[in-house]
């Protein structure tokens, strides 16, 4: 039975001003939504703008058209006690956990003060003891409470700005890039920490990467962003076994495969040219001008975006609408 959708977006875009009449289209006509209890994955290269559409969910930037619904309702439309609320309910874990936490706090000062503003707890040897829990869930300890981020590793660093995320109980976290300032070794196990908190929390994640290999090994569904478009969406072993854009297979292409014979054989494809500028982006379909099959169409027409086969949807002239 699939659940009710927590988060909805509806043709999303992000135009920032560039200077001399022009405009970076970072987020143009995006749309997607996200069930309660499942993690979405949302994957492309540097400047794709899956970071922007995060910082729009968290109400960081103010979208330039579209809209972003939470629960059915608007959420850049919300009156000041529904603001206050959806600030608790949805938090964000942010991609680098040496820039994020202030080095002048103390992990219990880090990880209480968002109880503190939001009034959670009356005294303060509750919000301690609530500080001590959350240490635990992550895998660190009570003792780590009194100690400045500096004296903490990478990995551990990450954990406490998930502890910190996790202190207003919240429904949905954006994960924003969250694994890929720390090494591969570490990677796996904050990746494996996040899903027993979903399990245990009753979570529903955003999760935000370029790597496509670990993005796998998360999410439920994926969406494939390039140059502000979704391109690709579909759940995730479907998009492992049969990717249909050309630019999703050039992802996937990348990733190394365990078995040297299999690695051996198969076939890489490298992508010409540099992204193009947002700023400046190619007629027609965006993603032309690097593609090893475009054709004719594709630089006069923008590809509509079409259910290709059940639940698998595609913005590519290569394929025909589903019946």
Known sequence: MQTEKVLEIKNLKKHFEAGKGQWLKA??????????GETFGLVGESGCGKSTTGRIIMRLYQPT???VLYKGKNIHLLNRHEQF?????IQMIFQDPYASLNPRSTVHEIISEPM???KMYKSREEIRQRVYQLLEDVGLNREHANRYPHEFSGGQRQRIGIARSLALNP???VADEPISALDVSVQAQVVNLLKKLQKEKKLTFLFIAHDLSMVKHISDRIGVMYLGHLVELT????LYKKPLHPYTQALLSAIP???????DKRERIILKGEIPSPIHPPSGCVFRTRCPMAIDICKSEKPVWQEIEENHFVACHLYKKLG
Not at 27 to 36: G, K, L, T, Y
Not at 85 to 89: I, P
Not at 235 to 238: R, T, V
């Open 27 to 36: 987020v143009d006509d995006v749309s997607f939504f996200i069930h309660e």
């Open 257 to 263: 495969i365990p078995d040297p014979e299999v690695e």
């Open 85 to 89: 609320e959806f600030n608790r309910k």
């Open 171 to 173: 429904d949905f976290i």
């Open 116 to 118: 503190e503003v939001h």
């Open 235 to 238: 759940d995730s072993s479907s």
């Open 65 to 67: 058209d579209g809209e």
